[in-house]
């Protein structure tokens, strides 16, 4: 199992930046995707999830209405579009999968693609 992140960088305040995770190892049609973010000194946190098949969508209060989770599960690649950027943003994102197997869990974790908002 592998949960690739990519997309991250240095960006302004108000500026954009979108993430992707590629999957591979595991049938990710059947996975709820996660993204979350840990900055220095904190804990880590949910930023957004989505369904495995894309019909329900979860926000962190701080990601409304500025962040959008999306998948495509032919290319087996989940995607974070962030707007609105601020320095509280900055953190490493991390992708997770969870799926069930004969009721059993399954999660695995990206390595993190850093995110860093600064003029």
């Known amino acids: 199992v592998q949960l690739v992140e990519s997309g991250g960088g240095l960006v302004q305040p108000g500026g954009s930046l979108k993430l992707s995770c590629a999957a591979s190892g595991f049938t990710f049609s059947s996975a709820d995707m996660t993204w979350y973010r840990q900055a220095p000194g904190k804990e880590r946190e949910l930023v957004a999830g989505?369904?495995?098949?894309?019909?329900?969508?979860t926000y962190a209060g701080s990601a409304k209405g500025r962040f959008t989770i999306s998948r495509d599960n032919d290319k087996r690649t989940v995607y974070l579009q962030m707007n609105s950027l601020q320095p509280d943003d900055t953190a490493v994102y991390y992708c997770n999968a969870l799926y069930f197997n004969n009721a059993v869990p399954f999660q695995y974790w990206g390595q993190g693609t850093q995110v860093t908002v600064s003029s």
């Open positions: 989505i369904s495995r098949g894309g019909g329900s969508r």
